[in-house]
DNA sequence: TGTACATCAGTGAACGCGCGTTCACTGATGTAC
DNA sequence: TGTACATCAGTGAACGCGCGTTCACTGATGTAC
């Protein structure tokens, strides 16, 4: 969909610029105090203006969500994508990758992983696609290391019990999962352990000063969560 | 510090009703827009009288930041006494203690451990007294279970490098912990993960109704956190 | 190629709202002699 | 026990600010014939 004509080009830059702008104001005062009239001022624009643009500011709010997500994930991606394919080390570059991105962008990562916004609901139908990318390449990799064998299996398997066995049934089902019920309860420990250390360090919420290098104390958090999936440390340095 | 005088004990009164009306506001409208004109109207009182009990909306803030970590490591410190003594059980019962207060009480969690309020920022002074409380608990929890000899220890133990492991000396002779530093990383990554978790669970950030028993997918999440630690799956159950 | 009409971006004023904080004040409560 | 003074809680008006959203409008751009 090239914009052909002028004046949709134009529309389509001041999105972008809308966009743009909006991010900047995320970063600057937080979600919750982001406004159509400070954005409006930055854009050189009359209040009323932005309005041609954007319905409200929820939906404003919107846009921005799955522009993070988005970017989030595209990081994700194209750093699993550049890697070794080593399967042992899938976990790590994912881990490294959401961490980085989240210390460059942390009023972004705020708005996707932090305190939900007072008054605002996102709409799950355009919210959701780009926010299950970065689970669904975990999954990914957990899935290949699974196949490569470099995971331990726990002797005897853990048991899901029902309804959790049900619901990861369905999952599995929507992605194509080759991964057993307890890898699969393993993978989602793995996930949200990696956004709490993630959200540790961006929210600054380790005491002040606790860590000289959060990044090796973040090395070591992958180390453990790898442990969680029955890889040995050093087959994931 | 008993109140004497009737004025000063209405002092108190009201100190404590401005604390409570802003717990209150904070589970409706959000940390962000926590006012001092709108507890004001609910104290019934006119907006200014409210300067003679707290300096400033930020003031205020630090209060409930305060409050609200009390009452969480109350809730912790409850739970742990209440338990039996089953050195394996204490990561279990802390952790479920953590979530039923988050669930309970998800604005004051969100103040807490979710996205920095814009423009604030907790002195430290105050809030770290309180605040540290929990993760001095979890790591007595781990000092007890390493004690009893119910961690399986690695072999060989991982080698934290410098700087960590001075920061690892300094929190070891700070809170007069017997743990030895792999262990004490282990811990840091129980803690981040516990948090995660809840996080996921009380901000909704798991798909919508992708998980219908959270409760026991909590409960896995456990099973891995003491995994991490050397508890078996068994002893912890 | 030229004209008539429709579309659209942006304006400016207005609506009604809420906010933090200061200040001079009144009147009740507490205290020292 | 009584009086004079100091302390303090709460008032009401004001300051200057920002917000989301609507509406009738002007003038430029696009399109159908």
Redesign the interface.
């Known amino acids: 969909m090239t914009a052909t004509t002028p004046r949709a080009r134009a529309r389509a830059r001041t999105m972008a610029d809308i966009v743009r702008i909006g991010r900047d104001h995320l970063a600057?005062?937080?979600?919750?105090?982001l406004s159509l009239r400070a954005v409006a001022r930055d854009l050189g624009v009359v209040s009323s203006a932005v309005y041609r643009y954007v319905r409200s500011r929820d939906e404003l709010l919107t846009l921005l969500v799955v522009d993070g997500y988005t970017e989030l994930a595209d990081a994700v991606d194209a750093a699993l994508a550049a890697a070794p394919v080593d399967p042992a080390q899938g976990l790590r570059v994912l881990g490294r990758a959401v961490r980085e991105w989240a210390l460059a962008e942390p009023a972004r990562y705020?708005?996707l992983?932090?305190?939900?916004?007072?008054?605002y609901q996102a709409p799950?139908e355009e919210t959701?696609p780009p926010?299950?990318r970065v689970i669904v390449a975990l999954m990914r990799v957990i899935e290949r290391a699974y196949a490569a064998g470099v995971l331990a299996s726990?002797e005897p398997p853990?048991v899901?019990?029902h309804?959790?066995s049900?619901?990861f049934a369905a999952?599995r089902a929507e992605f194509a999962l080759e991964v057993p019920d307890w890898l699969l309860?393993?993978g989602?420990?793995v996930w949200?352990?990696?956004?709490?250390?993630v959200?540790?360090d961006v929210?600054?919420?380790y005491?002040?000063g606790?860590?000289?290098?959060r990044a090796?104390?973040f090395e070591?958090?992958l180390?453990?969560?790898g442990?969680?999936l029955g890889l040995s440390?050093a087959a994931s340095e």
Chains 1, 2 share one sequence.
Request: net charge negative.
């Open positions: 600057v005062h937080g979600a919750a105090a705020g708005l992983f932090g305190t939900p916004v007072p008054g799950a959701s926010g299950i726990p853990p899901i019990a309804p959790l049900g619901d999952i309860a393993r989602i420990s949200t352990g990696l956004f709490g250390a959200s540790f929210f600054d919420m005491g002040p606790s860590f000289t290098d090796d104390l070591r958090h180390d453990n969560l442990g969680i440390a």
